[in-house]
């Protein structure tokens, strides 16, 4: 607090000579801030300095690998560490504001960081999930109650979103992301931010989000975290960053740096942190570290020891190191050996000091520190109802042949079988914040309160998720057999998926797959549901089961929101947004692909295939089914010629051509013919996601400009080209209908 006291006077004084210099409010506000920050520096010896820029863990939780360092409760007391993560709950993260406040020299407040990644205490679906919505006011609005949440036990900044693109299934952290398209996850990372940050970073019920991981960490080699990127310039900018732009510009108020190498550099000391982030993007928040990145530039072989680690990833532009210990050890003794310049060093603290103006936290530290209102907002009726929603919403319906689904609430006897069906741990899912199964809902207990009075529920377990124990297969068969309809509950743990969970075999575990064939013996009709943190090689499942549901791991209110869908209280309207392959052999699989000079032709031997399974995926991107029909028709576009500072006008019809009232999300895929470098096959330019009455037409309209049509040519220079193209609208990146136009100048 007596840092708080001596600025009043400054700042008063810092307003009114803003005032007579500035031309308009925002300059005002700008120019207002960076006196208070510089004001706040001005006051810091080189110690207070370089504490604010070394962030350590609490002891109740970690998330990385412990690093061995000063205890975080005297750096904090002696005004020597800016940031904790990994502590929760306003007790506790009042106890240690109170030591930074009344304890330390200046009273610099605290800046409290957790991973809250698909909510804090009410778990939501897993991002990955969330995006097979397509629905982003509802991903907005999952991410906004997560900041209520958060911030109402203490917490100022969230570790997210993560908007890397992810093309390989095998790769862990892809649960923790949007899939595998550059613009539909752009648009992610956009609502995901606003719900996080709102229009007001300083109010009490929002939290800073942080865009991770700068940059390319889904590329990584083999799909084994952690791992080597290695790519063009051109894909790295088409592909890759567009997302961390989009977040960029949308006022995202940290950026995150990535474990991987890139090309030969890692993320943590990469030069396009400055010369794309800073430069070319005029980024202006703060750069975290991710944990103990810095330190880890040695076992990369890039740096040394902890004095050439601290110089690179300063000169990279990394603010805050997060649980390494490096700057904290080495910037003092660097800065005066003149290694490094003070410069250096003051401008990351700005960052940092900024960020906790804009946080609120030298006006109030305390406005994160209400007991009741944390006691009101975690885990209530509002929340959990917003979480049920976004639960039915993420789930996708693979199929449903003999319209077996939805199933009649007075079904005689149901049998549910599975490892998951009765678990309500793993349905939350990797990252799951302060969410636990005793909050949850289970398959299980979603079914059994949907049904009528007069169904009976059978259970059995039938089997472990991983083992090759086979003892429940009896029971489960015997079941089976006694019942009109089994709901079949299979997929992977939560620790399955997540950092430092990547696959080899990315097929159902264990010996899931032999109870579904001893169960499908049975002859029953069946339900299979699986409950993942990313896409499966499932071919068997595919071909011999006509009904599958992915639910993936949907959180808190699972149960409820999968029995919702199975009963027919909604109905499914997700589509994929990573691509299902037949194998994991054909991995790392996306739809928005190159060309070959042979492209596949299964009935010529010298093409590029295999030749032991097709070459398509077993479910394509924007693939999902609903239990009413659609029909696409009449596809027109106003010219076939588009100028190039024209608009294109493109129109359709769409029926529900069923009985039930739905919701479908009509893609608009473009397809450039020839360019001066190869472009993909396709790539998806907008969507809308239209609600149908049974028996409705409506009109669907996009608009289409040549600035949609723009890569990065063979001089890198980002423009459109003439030339011949196709329009694409449809229910998937597969079925479509389709036009052509030329692009002119």
């Known amino acids: 607090m007596k840092l708080l006291n001596l600025l009043k006077a400054a700042i008063l004084i810092v307003t009114m000579l803003s005032c007579i210099r500035s031309k308009n409010d925002r300059e005002i506000v ?105 629905d982003l006011e509802s991903i907005e609005k999952s991410a906004r109650v997560a900041a209520i949440e958060a911030s109402a036990a203490g917490q100022h900044w969230t570790f997210a979103p993560m908007v890397d693109i992810a093309r390989d299934p095998r790769w862990g952290r892809i649960m923790e992301g949007a899939g595998e398209d550059t613009y539909l996850g752009s648009l992610i990372a956009r609502a995901r931010i606003r719900g996080f940050q709102g229009d007001d970073l300083s109010s009490s019920n ?18 084994r975290d952690y791992n080597t990127v290695d790519m063009s310039e051109r894909t790295l900018r088409e592909i890759y960053l567009p997302p961390f732009k989009a977040s960029a510009n949308a006022g995202v108020a940290t950026f995150m740096t990535a474990f991987n190498e890139i090309n030969g550099i890692p993320a943590s000391a990469n030069p396009m942190m400055r010369f794309i982030l800073r430069d ?41 190191d997060m649980q390494g210990n490096v700057y904290s050890k080495v910037l003092l003794n660097l800065l005066k050996n003149g290694e490094i310049p003070e410069s250096q060093i003051d401008e990351a603290v700005r960052n940092i000091l900024r960020l906790k103006f804009q946080l609120g936290l030298f006006d109030d530290p305390y406005r994160y520190c209400n007991e009741q209102r944390e006691a009101e907002m975690l885990l209530n009726a509002i929340h959990r109802e917003a ?86 297969f009896k029971n489960s068969i015997a079941i089976a057999r006694r019942a009109d309809v089994v709901v079949l509950v299979v997929g992977e743990s939560a620790a399955m998926t997540g950092e430092a969970h990547s696959r080899s075999d990315i097929g159902l575990p264990g010996v899931q797959l032999e109870l579904i064939k001893e169960i499908y013996k049975t002859g029953k009709p069946i339900v299979l549901i699986l409950m993942n943190g990313r896409p499966l090689a499932i071919p068997w499942e595919a071909e011999h089961l006509t009904t599958i549901l992915e639910a993936w791991q949907l959180g808190t209110e699972a149960g409820h929101a999968i029995a919702d869908v199975l009963f027919g209280d909604y109905n499914p309207s997700g589509k994929l947004v990573a691509t299902f392959p037949r194998t994991t052999g054909q991995v790392p699989i996306y739809y928005n692909h190159k060309n070959t000079g042979r492209p596949a032709e299964n009935s010529l031997r010298f093409t590029s295939k295999y030749i032991d399974t097709p070459i398509g995926p077993l479910f394509p991107f924007g693939y999902g089914l609903s239990y009413t029909t659609y029909f696409y028709t009449g596809l027109t576009l106003s010219s076939d010629v588009l100028h190039m500072s024209d608009t294109l006008k493109i129109s359709m019809q769409l029926t529900n051509t069923g009985k039930f009232d739905g919701e479908e999300v009509v893609q608009l895929y473009i397809k450039d013919h020839f360019g001066s ?30 600035g949609q049509l723009a890569f990065y040519n063979n001089h890198m220079q980002y423009k459109a080209e003439p030339g011949d193209f196709s329009v694409m609208v449809g229910t998937s990146s597969a079925e479509y209908l389709e036009e052509d136009f030329k692009l002119v100048w």
């Open 30 to 134: 700008d120019i207002v801030l960076e006196r208070k920050v510089d004001s706040v520096l001005s006051m810091m010896t080189l110690e207070e300095k370089i504490g604010q820029m070394s962030q350590l863990s609490g002891l109740g939780e970690f998330t990385g690998p412990l690093i061995a360092g000063d205890s975080a409760i005297e750096a904090v007391k002696q005004g020597k560490l800016g940031s904790m993560l990994n502590i929760n709950g306003v007790a506790y993260t009042r106890q240690i504001q109170e030591m930074a406040l009344l304890e330390s020299r200046l009273g610099i407040p605290m800046l409290f960081g957790y991973d809250v990644i698909h909510g804090y205490k009410t778990i939501f679906p897993v991002p990955l999930a969330e995006a097979c919505s397509w």
């Open 387 to 472: 979480a049920r929603d976004m639960g039915r919403k993420s789930i996708v319906l693979l199929k449903n042949g003999n319209r077996l689904l939805p199933l009649s609430k007075s079904v005689r006897t149901l049998a549910v079988i599975g490892p998951l069906a009765d678990d309500a741990d793993n349905i939350l899912g990797g990252w799951r914040a302060l969410g636990s199964s005793e909050d949850a809902v289970n398959l299980l207990s979603g079914i059994r309160e949907a049904v009528s009075s007069h169904t009976r529920v059978l259970y059995e377990k039938g089997c472990d998720i991983e083992g090759d124990d086979r003892s429940g």
């Open 206 to 223: 929002t939290i800073a989000a942080c865009a991770k991981h700068y940059a390319a960490y889904g590329a990584a080699e083999g799909g």
């Open 677 to 706: 470098v190869t472009r993909p096959v396709m790539e998806l330019k907008d969507f809308k996601k239209i609600k149908l009455a049974a028996g409705e037409t409506v009109t669907v309209n996009f608009l289409l400009t040549s």
């Open 280 to 320: 070319e993007w005029n980024f202006k928040g703060m750069i975290v570290s991710d944990w103990n990145s810095i330190g880890e530039l040695i076992p990369h072989g890039f740096a040394a020891n902890k004095n050439e680690a601290a110089i690179l990833a300063m000169r990279g532009g990394v603010d805050m």
